[in-house]
């Protein structure tokens, strides 16, 4: 199987722009979740669909947004971006049922740099 | 609210043993541990469920006490091979409202 992919791997962005970053989860998972991780605050969970419906979502604000389609593809998005969103991007897919029953599995993530 | 891993830093040599706390200030339903090497993904260890089930690697002991909302990660006989930072991910509610909240990590170095 095919493991998590997201794209792109590397994005440089200025202050105040937007940024879709992609999520293409394992073949069959239904759950995708997102994750920032950066050196200060490490891994903060920023929401999680399932079956196209956000079913949680962390403490970030309204600028960031996602998405999931109908083969569980995901998008996120992030809006008049900050300095400070400047950091590691992943997604994790996991398998039908409860998910915090099930491992995660993580993609290689998105670098963002916001100048 | 973000558990709490210790110690932040370890230092090992090969052969050697460790263990790393996860406390939460909250009731638990799930504990999970992943370890990221550097510029790498987290990978998948364990998941301690409420009520003693777990699900995870052979090599790999854990424990969880519901009652004082902490887990444990054992690592024995270390390698090389285990160096990295090794995350607790907490879910406190479980079921369809689950969300996974991470500890800042906790940094393992195995030398030679």
């Known amino acids: 199987k095919a493991g998590v992919t997201q794209t792109p791997r590397y994005l440089i962005k200025t202050r105040g722009q937007q940024v879709t970053l992609s999520c293409s989860p394992i073949?069959?998972?239904?759950?995708v979740s997102w994750y920032q991780q950066t050196p200060g605050q490490g891994l903060q969970f920023l929401f999680e669909y399932f079956s196209e419906t956000q079913r949680n979502k962390g403490n970030f604000p309204g600028r960031f947004s996602g998405r999931q389609f109908s083969n569980s593809r995901s998008e996120m998005n992030v809006s008049t971006l900050e300095l400070g969103d400047s950091a590691l991007y992943l997604c994790?897919?996991?398998?039908?049922?409860?998910?915090?029953?099930?491992?995660?599995?993580f993609g290689p993530g998105t670098r963002l740099t916001v100048l | 609210q973000q558990p709490v891993q210790s110690p932040q830093a370890v230092i090992l040599r090969e052969g050697e043993d460790a263990v790393i706390n996860c406390s939460s200030s909250?009731?638990?339903?799930?504990v999970h541990w992943y370890r990221q090497k550097h510029g790498e993904a987290p990978v998948f260890l364990m998941i301690l469920l409420k009520g003693g089930e777990q699900k995870g690697h052979e090599k790999i002991s854990a424990s969880f006490n519901e009652k004082k909302q902490q887990s444990s990660l054992y690592l024995t006989a270390s390698q090389l091979s285990y160096s990295g930072t090794y995350f607790c991910g907490t879910d406190n509610s479980g079921g369809s409202n689950y969300k996974l909240t991470f500890g800042k990590g906790t940094l393992l170095t195995v030398n030679p």
């Open positions: 994790a897919s996991s398998s039908p049922g409860l998910a915090g029953s099930n491992e995660q599995f």
């Open positions: 073949s069959g998972h239904r759950s």
């Open positions: 909250k009731a638990l339903y799930s």
